[in-house]
């Protein structure tokens, strides 16, 4: 928290951590993680010990452990499964306290924008889903859409086309290589100018189709008249004391650390209740 490179620092430690302790857990077969996310097939019964072993390696890094329940494991936004014929399944995945809220239809962004919502999930879908988990899980998506608004014959448009989208890019040829000419290697390094407008309508339409038509300038849209932008108080803002702050509790071990814009007042006594 804080600092941008954090995150980089936070990946030299875990890197650390899983050169030095995860060799030596025999049971271990296999370890895989992204981000903070570690998928891992072990001996059930050397769970405890080996959460014991990476919760040791330092105090402020401690993991928690889920376990396979019925032969069913979410992992990120995928539910694995182990099929009666030992292999892998999977389906989407989604946590108790999805919403299934999405970019509504009548919002005042660009009609692109909300065709990439329907794109994501479908695509999210065929990539994901095992071909008996397909249709249901098309099903649920077309669902939230028309609760989200979307008219039907768009999502069912949109879906036809990352359908066939998919199809050519698995029937196509990926073996044959072309050989590219060092223009070509000059003219990809160039860097890609872009234009952020706001996007009010039909006028950022015009004025970006002018702007395309003229240049080699991408013309990109950046929302208006957020929430966040009608509801903040700039007002609150200081620079005297401002920074990252830490809340204990007085009846548990539990601390909170947060961020804060505001002012943080030194020597103050802050309790979790």
Do not use: W
């Not at 060799?23 to 019964?45: C, E, M, T």
């Not at 050519?168 to 000059?186: F, K, L």
């Amino acid at each position: 928290m804080g600092s941008p490179i954090s995150p980089v620092f936070a990946e030299f430690l875990l890197q650390d951590l899983e050169r030095s302790i995860i060799p030596s857990i025999r049971s271990v077969h296999h370890y895989l993680r992204y981000v903070d996310n570690v998928f891992s097939v072990a001996k059930k019964n050397d769970s405890a010990l080996i959460l014991d072993k990476l919760n040791g390696y330092h105090p402020e890094i401690q993991f928690t452990c889920e376990i396979m329940e019925n032969n069913k494991l979410p992992f990120l936004d995928t539910m694995i499964e182990i099929k009666s014929n030992f292999t892998l399944g999977f389906s989407i995945y989604r946590k108790p306290t999805n919403t299934d809220k999405y970019l509504d239809f009548h919002s005042n962004h660009p009609f692109f924008h909300k065709c990439s919502v329907i794109d994501t999930l479908v695509y999210r879908a065929l990539k994901i889903c095992d071909d008996d988990k397909i249709d249901t899980e098309i099903e649920h998506v077309t669902t939230i859409l028309r609760l989200n608004h979307y008219p039907i014959k768009l999502i069912k448009s949109r879906i036809d086309r990352m359908k066939a989208t998919i199809s050519s890019r698995s029937n196509s040829n990926t073996n044959v290589t072309v050989p590219v000419t060092a223009n070509q290697m000059d003219l990809n390094s160039q860097l890609t100018r872009r234009l952020v407008i706001p996007y009010t309508g039909t006028l950022s339409l015009k004025i970006a189709r002018v702007i395309r038509s003229i240049t080699d300038i991408q013309v990109c849209y950046r929302p208006v008249n957020k929430l966040s932008t009608l509801l903040s108080n700039n007002n609150q803002i200081s620079t005297n004391q401002i920074g990252i702050y830490k809340l204990k509790c007085n009846d548990c071990p539990k601390i909170y650390v947060g961020e804060s814009g505001r002012d943080i007042i030194s020597k103050s006594t802050r309790t979790l209740e």
